[in-house]
């Protein structure tokens, strides 16, 4: 898309969106006016606090993981995430991207990435198994679990845009090995069927437990978006050489068409997982391509048909047998919804009947990630000292610390903000439609209008009651007194 025909839409938008203010007349002033009023309707937090909250970040030490300085970046980081996606949504000023790209805090992020990934492998499991942890309340523990998905949630935003992959600096190394872990955890489907709860009582640990599971199969999807931007902009020999000679990452890919872990067949329906959760597609849509299969597709194009891709990646037996797999996904059907295939199908056609000559063989120096490893090294031998000091200092706060944590979290994930993040507008959970209105009680049905909620009422009453008493009982808690 050109840049004035970017500003175009951005325009018309901007004028739906004032037309809700009826504007009247030109009076600069008040369009003004609308037009602030309409930058503060959808923000989190301005550029002035973006600044600051961005100037601030910095790296931890593993023991210091769940601290207060580390919740406190954890807030930031969050309003960080939830502002970008509003903007990149609405088309506004990328100010979040700008800011991380100009202050050069991209490689803190992905370190800060890194070390919540080795804290849920090393420590989270040696902290379940210790007798003596008994937390009063485990929502700072899920924030913990949470903070690595926030980060490539934020990722996935902001590196659609070229100057945050060179931005990234030799970090890009360390997604790049990131990104091989997770495809690797997901192209052996060992994310998919995680745990679901069932109906026996389970302790608030086995429940954080089964949350971190699934919350793994989210993570692992928002690489594979990581992936394909990466594989689409980098122009560096060493990332290139990282993700075909180290990884192979064009065979990884493969495997992920082949298995597809976002589509399931259930009770005889097909399932996909989109926008954060499984859907039933009808039968006319089953050949329709998701937005994960279009990132799987781009970043295999990237791999193989980029100039420096074809002159590094090694074509041999095992490379073309597997790449010619594809042939049988390259239907007519999904060439129509993303035409660009058409010159991948050409190049495996061509692949089919001959034998590219091996790379030549260049003196290169190889730059090797080093976050993942210096996080281990530093650390090793010390997981259940630093889960001990973890639970003594971390994860047993007195109530006042529980309440004002509560306070925090409640002005961070704001409801009204949270809903302008989701992907579709909420229907009604009684015919269906569109609606605008909530159930008053328990705050998580919708419904178009007060028939269709005395209409549902009967069967949407125990989940409200269970709703209703679930966050009695959290406020219980956390003693949140008014």
């Known amino acids: 898309m050109d840049v004035a025909h970017y500003e175009g839409v951005e325009l018309r938008v901007f004028e739906i969106e004032l037309s809700r203010y009826a504007v009247i007349g030109d009076d600069d002033t008040e369009r003004r006016r609308c037009l602030t009023t309409l930058e503060m309707d959808t923000s989190v937090v301005l550029p002035v606090e973006a600044e600051g909250f961005i100037q601030s970040l910095k790296t931890f030490s593993l023991k210091d993981v769940g601290s207060a300085r580390w919740f406190r970046q954890h807030e930031y980081i969050e309003k960080l995430n939830m502002q970008a996606i509003l903007n990149a949504s609405a088309m506004h000023d990328e100010f979040v991207k700008e800011l991380l790209v100009f ?46 998905a926030t980060i490539i949630n934020l990722f996935e935003t902001i590196l659609f845009h070229k100057d945050s992959c060179e931005a990234a600096d030799d970090s890009l190394l360390d997604l790049v090995d990131y990104c091989h872990r997770k495809l690797t955890l997901l192209a052996s489907e060992a994310t998919k069927d995680y745990a679901v709860v069932n109906d026996r009582q389970i302790s608030s640990i086995e429940e954080l437990q089964a949350q971190s599971v699934a919350l793994e199969f989210e993570i692992s999807l928002k690489a594979v978006s990581v992936l394909s931007y990466i594989a689409d902009h980098t122009d560096s020999i060493g990332v290139i050489n990282r993700m075909l000679c180290t990884h192979n990452m064009p065979c990884l890919l493969v495997q992920l068409i082949e298995s597809c872990p976002w589509s399931r067949n259930k009770k005889g329906e097909v399932e996909k997982y989109i926008n954060g959760k499984w859907q039933r597609i009808p039968a006319e849509d089953h050949l329709k391509m998701t937005k994960l299969d279009g990132q799987v597709w781009l970043a295999l194009y990237s791999l193989i048909l980029k100039e420096d891709c074809q002159r590094k990646y090694n074509f041999n037996n095992f490379n073309k047998n597997q790449l010619l797999k594809l042939r049988g996904f390259l239907t007519d059907v999904l060439i129509d919804q993303l035409p660009n295939l058409v010159e991948l199908q050409r190049f495996l056609a061509h692949l089919a009947v001959t034998d590219p000559a091996p ?124």
């Open 359 to 482: 790379p030549k063989k260049e003196l290169i120096l190889e730059q090797v990630p080093e976050m993942w490893s210096q996080i281990v090294r530093d650390n090793s031998g010390k997981w259940k000292a630093i889960a001990k000091y973890q639970v003594k200092e971390t994860f047993s706060p007195s109530d006042s610390d529980l309440q004002q944590q509560a306070q925090r979290l409640a002005r961070t994930y704001d409801l009204a903000v949270m809903e302008r993040l989701l992907p579709e507008k909420p229907k009604c959970g009684s015919c269906g439609k569109e609606a605008s209105k909530k159930c008053s009680r328990c705050q998580g049905e919708w419904y178009c209008n007060r028939q269709c909620q005395v209409k549902h009422w009967p069967k949407h009453k125990k989940a409200c009651q269970l709703m209703t008493e679930t966050m009695e009982k959290i406020q219980g808690d956390l003693q949140i007194k008014s």
């Open 103 to 148: 202050f050069g805090k991209i490689p803190v992020l992905v370190h800060e990435m890194i070390l919540s990934e080795v804290w849920k492998q090393k420590v989270f499991p040696i902290l379940c198994q210790l007798q003596d942890f008994n937390p009063k309340s485990t929502f700072h523990l899920y924030m913990l679990i949470h903070h690595e």
